[in-house]
């Protein structure tokens, strides 16, 4: 029997078989989860589309976070078909990759409110959908990164927006909590997925990084993804508000 076995949940922001969310979703379908994806219009919906095959998990249909219509649309999917969930993961971040290079200080109003609403109001705005559908026991999960804590080369923006989404994590266990709904975040180590191609010299990072963290190599999405299934999973239900860093442990050093 699985760790997951009978737990439902929606996993947001798989765009390739590279991304995060794809190392998550592979390790909750293992463990005996069923799942559910989005895709962020047509062109990422013939790429998600044979993944979802490949874990049997249903469409949820297109969702862009910044049009609050698309978030609703997902979850009366999901009330139709389910009635209620008990995980959500949701790993999606946008920032104009203009902005991820240089200075901070040069960072543009726009592009400033576009990488906050995307980022970091999406978690809170799931996570209100996600309450009304969720079982106590349930778990949400989002990831971060270390940019938060330190100033990284070239995440400017991103690490301003990954530091309210940490202090996010922290308000919504609060107030989820008396329902016995956990949120959590993963500080994912550097991984070469699409989003991670947009950070200026992130080859250059990623060394840095294999050089420098304690197990000399840099994570991947599998391993990512174990992390995540004991986040989801009763295994954690002692644990909430909290930032696990998946990182081969350069936070110690960095
Ligand atoms: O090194 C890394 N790759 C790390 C990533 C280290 C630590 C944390 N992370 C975080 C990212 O910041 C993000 O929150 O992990 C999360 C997942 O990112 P990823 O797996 O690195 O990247 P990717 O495979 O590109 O998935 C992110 C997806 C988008 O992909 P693209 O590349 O098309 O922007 O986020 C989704 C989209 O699928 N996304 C959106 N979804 C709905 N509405 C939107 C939106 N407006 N914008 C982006």
Redesign the pocket.
Known sequence: TGLMDGKRGLV?????N??????IAKALADAGAEIAL????D??KKR?APLADELGAFLAGH?????EA?IDSVFAEIEAKWGALDFVV?????SDKDELTGRYVETSRENFRKTM???VY?LTSITARAERLMNAGGSIL??????AEKVMPHYNV?GVA?AA?EASVRYLAVDLGNKAIRVNA??????????????GD?RY??KWNEYNAPLKRSVT?DEVGQSALYLLSDMSRGVTGEVHHV?CGYHTVG
């Open positions: 947001m922001g798989v765009a390739n590279r991304s995060i969310a794809w190392g989005t895709y962020q219009g062109a990422l998600v969702c862009d976070v910044t049009d698309t949701h790993a999606i971040a946008f609403d995307i980022s999406s989002t990831l971060t990164y270390y940019g991103m990954k989404l993963i500080s994912a180590g550097p991984i070469k997925t699409l989003a991670a191609s947009g950070i992130f990072i990623l999405i990182d």
